[in-house]
């Protein structure tokens, strides 16, 4: 059983930053960040695999970064320029695909954008 424990939410201005990060219980392949605002479904974010590789929704391109740390089984998502609309409960799962979630889910993590 993999154990994922995010870190790094909060509330922030729009045009600010936050750094989300997330460590693994073990070593894990495909990694990314899942977000849900309320009334909506969950979505991608974005995802990276063990090479590298990334994928993100179009609504952060050029605004977040993906990266990890395989020495430390851990994902970051650097947020940057953020907008109300980012409000959400980001989660970081772990196990999937570029385009697909895995099995495995943290408990996630609160990100406010006020205007």
């Known amino acids: 059983q993999v154990q994922l424990v995010e870190s790094g939410g909060g509330l922030v201005q729009a045009g600010g930053s936050l750094r989300l990060s997330c460590a693994a219980s073990g070593s894990i392949f495909g990694m990314g960040w899942y977000r849900q605002a309320p009334g909506k479904q969950r979505e991608l974010v974005a995802t990276?695999?063990?090479?590298?590789?990334?994928n993100y929704a179009d609504s952060v391109k050029g605004r977040f970064t993906i990266s990890r740390d395989n020495t430390k089984n851990t994902v970051y998502l650097q947020m940057n320029n953020l907008k109300p609309e980012d409000t959400a409960l980001y989660y970081c799962?772990?196990?999937?695909?570029?385009?697909?979630?895995?099995?495995?889910w943290g408990q996630g993590t609160q990100v406010t954008v006020s205007s």
């Open positions: 990276i695999t063990s090479t590298g590789r990334t």
């Open positions: 799962n772990a196990g999937g695909t570029t385009m697909t979630a895995g099995l495995y």
